[in-house]
């Protein structure tokens, strides 16, 4: 039955609703009343322009800015962290790595985003692979620094963003 009724609508039925209501309506107002109907129509149309596409997109632009910008200041931030543990060098880790990293990952509070942690095969030094998931970005970085005060570096890393905001998935190989 639904779909009989939507069969029967087509624009020949507002044609009909615009020929036999709306422009008999119309053109009983007097001439002022017209030209206010007008103006009205427009108004409404321009309205309708405005709150309902421009300043909508307006929004949403200035809010990708404001991400753009945070993402900007968090790069800026990892550039001067990495620019830092370079100038500082690079000490021998006491204990094991494993031990190490644990101790860090527990100090900085990021143990319980730790899904991840493997020895790496191969190589001359040891290596293990940490994997973190839904970590706080601020925090996942300043136990990398806290690794390099230790004297692990990184060999490789990778960072994914989530869709939770300054949250991160990180998968990094250190030694």
Do not use: C
């Not at 709306?22 to 427009?42: D, F, H, K």
């Not at 200041?73 to 100038?87: D, G, S, T, Y």
């Not at 998931?133 to 004297?151: C, D, H, I, M, T």
């Not at 692990?152 to 890393?157: D, G, S, Y």
């Amino acid at each position: 039955m639904v779909k009989h009724a939507m069969k029967q609508f087509s624009f020949s039925f507002l044609h009909d609703v615009w020929q036999g209501r709306v422009l008999p309506y119309y053109q009983q107002l007097a001439e002022r009343e017209q030209r206010l109907v007008v103006w009205a129509s427009v108004l409404v149309l321009l309205m309708v322009l405005v709150f309902g596409m421009i300043l909508p997109l307006n929004d949403a632009l200035h809010n990708k800015e404001a991400l753009l910008s945070g993402l900007q200041q968090q790069a800026e931030e990892a550039e001067q962290l990495a620019q830092h543990i370079l100038k500082k060098g690079v000490k021998k880790p006491r204990g094991s790595i494993m031990t190490v990293v644990d101790q860090q990952a527990r100090a900085q509070k990021v143990r319980p985003f730790i899904t991840s942690l493997r020895p790496q095969l191969g190589g001359d030094k040891p290596r293990l692979w940490i994997q973190m998931k839904q970590a706080p970005y601020a925090a996942s970085v300043k136990f990398y620094e806290a690794l390099a005060k230790q004297g692990i570096h990184i060999v490789q890393i990778k960072w994914q963003k989530t869709p939770i905001l300054g949250m991160v998935n990180v998968q990094a190989v250190v030694q």
